[in-house]
């Protein structure tokens, strides 16, 4: 059997929340790291979830999910959207985050963060103990970067949230 930090040769990885909702509309945000584009025409995006997270039966219910790039600056906003299950909590109150509509999808976008990317599952594959959902991208929303503003997204290092500088 290999070792589970096998995985950790990969790191760091850019941290991103992704927001789903049930079928009535009740969001939820979870952190995730593992993520990949994989196709430019179309657009897709693959994300792993783990069978037995509460945002796997969220994106199943409606078959849509918006990843939100995270600035740094949201380092314990993340850590807390990662550390409870939205079974039992509201992370947009617990967070402080806000939920903005998005514009193709039924989940939340989150204000705060730099970029909102929109998806609808296309396709979805088990991996094990995950399954990796491909998303198409619908509708892509960037904040306004400002002249001269350096710009840092999160990034999970050894379990350790921490800045990267966005080039």
Known sequence: ???????RIFYPKQVLLITTCDRDGKPNIATIAWHMPVSVEPPLIAVAIGKARHTKKLIEATNEFVLNI???????????????SGKRTDKFGASALTPEPSMQVKPPSIKECLANIECKVVSSYDASDHVIYIGEVVHIKQSEKKEGEKIRVLVDAEDELSGYEKP
């Open 70 to 84: 995270v600035p740094e600056s949201l380092k314990q906003q993340a850590k807390l959207c990662g550390s409870v």
């Open 1 to 7: 059997m290999i070792d589970e930090k096998y995985y």
